[in-house]
């Protein structure tokens, strides 16, 4: 049996949210982002378009102080009707 280890916060935590380019993706996704973890490092930010330019991934790191912070964070994402994936 594998035993899973729980994190220890504050730790440095990767987010990518996934969705349709050419939207409102990236105002509503940095907008959420900032409610939920204002001290985010803008240099740990990274995009990137699809083969196709139809969708943009968006890669944040952020510092969680708690799990409730990220599932709160991870619900709003999911819920943004231009969001198709939260990793």
Same mark, same amino acid.
């Given at each position: 049996?594998?035993?899973? #280890? *729980?994190?220890?916060?504050?730790?440095?935590?990767?987010? #990518?949210?996934?969705?349709?380019?050419?939207? *409102?993706?990236? +105002?509503?996704?940095? +907008?959420?982002? *900032?409610?939920?973890?204002?001290?985010?490092?803008?240099? *740990?930010?990274?995009?990137?378009?699809?083969?196709?330019?139809?969708? %943009?991934?968006?890669?944040?790191?952020?510092?969680?102080?708690?799990?409730?912070?990220?599932?709160?964070? +991870?619900?709003? %994402?999911?819920?943004?009707?231009?969001?198709?994936?939260?990793?």
């Amino acid at each position: 049996m594998t035993e899973l #280890k *729980l994190l220890t916060f504050p730790v440095d935590y990767p987010i #990518k949210v996934v969705g349709r380019a050419g939207s *409102l993706l990236r +105002a509503e996704v940095d +907008a959420i982002m *900032l409610r939920h973890a204002p001290d985010i490092d803008a240099s *740990l930010t990274s995009e990137r378009y699809s083969e196709n330019g139809n969708y %943009l991934s968006i890669s944040y790191t952020i510092v969680a102080r708690s799990a409730a912070q990220v599932t709160a964070l +991870a619900a709003e %994402l999911a819920a943004q009707p231009h969001v198709i994936m939260v990793i």
